[in-house]
């Protein structure tokens, strides 16, 4: 049983300041990204979401403080 789509970021959440829908895709060093995931990545920021991959802490920090 999935309870999310296909796709679905490793991490979700938001942005207590303001409320933004954060979503992001982990991935070590050299990592593939599936096509569903970047499907899901690109909906997301067309509707306005900090969304994107990270292979780092700082990377990720990097889409949350967008």
Known sequence: MHLAPTGTPDLCGYRLSDGRAVF???????????????????????????AGFATSVGEAMGIINR
């Open 24 to 50: 992001i895709e982990v991935k070590r060093a050299g990592g593939k990204i599936r096509p569903e995931q970047a499907a899901f990545i690109a909906k997301a920021q067309a509707a306005g979401a900090l």
